[in-house]
């Protein structure tokens, strides 16, 4: 079990079930759900969007997670790649009571490092990834204002889990 605690920060929540088949020493597998309030950090990444009124959150979102350790699935490098359904809503503070809602598909290859700080299973795991995300449902605009979805997307989080292996 894993979960994302910057999430919870953000107004959220992330839950990751990974799995590592019997006679797979290197590979992970897995699936999880997140939703968070985006920081304002972020929204501004993308500079068309910045100091416009924005307020984004990731409702929902559901991602299966492929990993490949190098040396073995307990601890150390590896590289993974998720793939997944990222659920918007966006609100303007120039349009009171006004929401949009759309949907993007996202693909993010990763790379990162699992450590494990103590003598059990509870191990700390920061990545970094860069996503590719496409609008797949849904309006990114609230009346005249387009809120502009960047294509690439960089993420640094890490994650805390607990292996029962």
Do not use: R
Request: glycine residues 8%; hydrophobic residues 35%.
């Amino acid at each position: 079990l894993e979960t994302d605690p910057s999430t919870f920060v953000f107004n959220g929540y992330a839950l990751h079930l990974h799995v590592k088949p019997k006679d797979c020493t290197h590979w992970v597998f897995g699936a999880g759900t997140y939703s968070l309030d985006l920081p304002k950090m972020m929204i501004d990444l993308n500079s068309d969007n910045k100091d416009k009124g924005w307020n984004t959150s990731i409702k929902s979102a559901y991602s299966l997670f492929f990993e490949y350790h190098l040396d073995n699935s307990k601890s150390g490098y590896f590289f993974g790649i998720q793939t997944g359904i990222q659920n918007y809503k966006i609100s303007n503070s120039n349009f009171e009571k006004k929401e949009s809602e759309y949907s993007n598909l996202l693909i993010m290859p990763s790379v990162g490092y699992k450590w494990l700080p103590f003598a059990n299973s509870f191990y700390v795991k920061p990545w970094l990834g860069l996503g590719y995300t496409s609008k797949i449902s849904g309006t990114n605009q609230i009346e005249t204002l387009e809120y502009k979805i960047d294509p690439m997307i960089p993420f640094l989080t890490v994650h805390f889990g607990y292996s029962f292996n």
